[in-house]
């Protein structure tokens, strides 16, 4: 009796890039003609600098206290969040912006050692985990242009 082999599925594109280092199908096609043809070429060895240009964005607070202090609840803090919130801070050093996450211990990515507390320490974020602590709600007023127009 044969045993038959199960048929093996065709790669896509992407994953034959992937195995000869290329970020997509498209770039190790575009390699192999290049090398085919006998062009000399590099791969992704050079970067460019450049600004991105600057563009007015909103940013809506999740709560605002009648104090004054604006609560930001996170359960994931992504890249994005945390470089708009570090844009606002500097954009509004007036603003007193916390932060209340479902674990402030989480690190900011699977590489990373650093844990959104550590970024919070980092930039001069107060936190914390699950609830507002009630010493939040206490503190006097301050003056916010949020809320004080």
């Known amino acids: 009796m044969r045993l038959k082999r199960p048929p093996t599925r065709k790669k896509s594109s992407k994953e034959v890039g992937l195995i000869h280092g290329f970020r997509s199908g ?3 096609k575009v390699a ?5 043809a006998g062009v000399d070429f590099e791969y992704e060895k ?3 600098k450049y600004t991105k240009p600057e563009k007015l964005a909103k940013y809506t607070p999740d709560f605002v ?3 004054g202090i604006i609560v930001e609840t996170k359960g994931r803090f992504l890249t994005d969040d945390r470089q708009k919130m570090i844009q606002i801070k500097l954009q509004h050093p007036d603003l007193d912006i916390r932060f209340v996450f479902s674990r402030s211990k989480q690190t900011i990515g699977k590489k990373s050692k650093t844990t959104y507390a550590m970024w919070c320490d980092k930039h001069g974020f107060p936190y914390a985990d699950v609830s507002i602590p009630r010493s939040w709600l206490t503190e006097p007023k301050r003056p916010n ?3 004080d127009g």
């Open 46 to 48: 050079h970067t460019i």
């Open 145 to 147: 242009k949020l809320i």
């Open 65 to 67: 206290l009648p104090n």
């Open 26 to 28: 498209l770039e190790d």
């Open 32 to 36: 192999q003609e290049l090398l085919e």
